[in-house]
């Protein structure tokens, strides 16, 4: 069978910054039968490599290490040839022995590179999926990683899942902090506490579009629009509603220190970070979509983090999907059928550095050519 034919390895992305807990959740992974027939691929940062060595070894899971540099930088190739070869190295007479795989990340990486890999990289696309990107953030310390480290924030914004870890030595004012930061950052992740790694893999797994096989994939939860609660920038009524959590404080100082309570560092790299979602009542014209991401992507697509959406395609009574991390996309895929009643084009975004009317501005570049689709916000 060609590996096209096969179906696509679900790829879990661990990450988080240094010492967050990845390796502790991992170990608990690991020994639960949803995980027995992973391959752990495990990239440690620098000659000296232990992690792997603190994996749990059970029989059936199959550990991998990759450690000749940073998966996000420099061993990128290497990540596309390990995945590559794994399928080969790990069969035992035409069987391939595992059935998904799970990656741990140094605790520096920008997943966005990674996650890019998975997705658009010709010999991995064909044979793997992104399953989820789940993140782990140190509930003690997290706060302060966030305030010094970009990466930490990038993790944060494009996580599916975020486990929160040592909630028994954080307290709960760092801790209120930072759940208050995730709420601006990534709103619709869902959290979970995690004391020493103890998580159950269902909640890790299956996080993306394409869940189990033969089952609907559950659109609502992906998109989890409901999380984008409605902001204090309401318009009025158009043909595009938006809903928001973004809260300005990028804008205003005075105010960001005042919502949040943090009376240091002007520079805070998620200031600049918003989600927000929108919908669009009527159908979209292919080729407007395909002109307006173009547009979207050309101008904005470094600072797109995460975008997701369910569109309603004129002349299609089928949903497409679409889902981007930076400026690279998935290929749209088209669902069997919709989730619910609800057939209005709904997208969620998360980006850096540009606001909701930023957005709107490049649906009204499209005003003349479709003024009642993409009529935005007076
Ligand atoms: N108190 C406490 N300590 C924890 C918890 N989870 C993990 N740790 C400890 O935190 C330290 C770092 O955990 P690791 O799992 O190695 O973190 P990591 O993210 O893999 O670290 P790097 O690989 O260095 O990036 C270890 O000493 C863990 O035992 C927790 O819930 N509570």
């Given at each position: 069978m060609s590996p096209s034919a096969s179906p696509l390895i679900p790829v879990t992305l661990l990450t988080g910054f240094l010492g967050s807990g990845k390796t502790t959740v991992l170990n608990h992974l690991v020994r639960q039968p949803e995980l027995a027939d992973a391959l752990v691929i495990i990239n440690e940062f620098g000659?000296?490599?232990l992690d792997h060595m603190l994996v749990a070894h059970s029989t059936e899971n199959l550990i991998m290490e990759m450690s000749s540099g940073c998966l996000c930088c420099t061993i990128r190739g290497d990540l596309v040839q390990t995945l590559r070869d794994v399928a080969w190295r790990f069969s035992r007479e035409g069987q391939r022995q595992f059935r998904r795989v799970v990656i741990e990340t140094t605790g520096l990486a920008d997943p966005a590179p990674i996650v890019h890999t998975l997705m658009t990289h010709p010999q991995v696309a064909n044979r793997y999926r992104l399953d989820g990107i789940v993140v782990t953030l140190d509930l003690a310390t997290g706060d302060a990683t966030l305030d010094l480290h970009p990466e930490a924030v990038r993790q944060a914004a494009i996580a599916d899942c975020l486990l929160l870890t040592k909630a028994d030595v954080a307290d709960t004012e760092t801790r209120d902090a930072l759940m208050r930061r995730l709420a601006a950052i990534n709103p619709a992740a869902p959290r979970w506490e995690v004391l020493h790694g103890e998580v159950s893999a269902s909640k890790v797994l299956a996080l993306g579009l394409f869940s189990t096989q033969g089952k609907a994939p559950d659109v609502e939860r992906w998109l989890?629009?409901?999380?984008y609660t409605d902001d204090a920038h309401s318009h009025g009524h158009t043909h595009v509603h938006h809903h928001g959590n973004e809260d300005g404080h990028g804008h205003d100082d005075s105010v960001a220190h005042h919502h949040h309570g943090h009376h240091h560092d002007i520079n805070r790299h998620d200031d600049h970070i918003r989600a927000f979602c929108f919908a669009v009542d009527e159908p979209i014209p292919a080729e407007i979509l395909a002109a307006w991401l173009d547009v979207l992507l050309g101008f904005i697509g470094a600072d797109i983090l995460r975008v997701k959406g369910i569109l309603n395609i004129e002349g299609s009574d089928k949903p497409m999907v679409i889902h981007g991390v930076q400026h690279i996309f998935h290929p749209p895929a088209t669902l069997p059928a919709w989730p619910s009643e609800d057939r209005r084009s709904r997208l969620v975004f998360i980006t850096r550095d540009v606001s909701r009317e930023a957005i709107e501005e490049t649906f009204r570049a499209f005003h003349n050519v479709l003024p009642q689709a993409w009529e935005a916000a007076a």
């Open positions: 000659e000296m490599s989890r629009e409901e999380a």
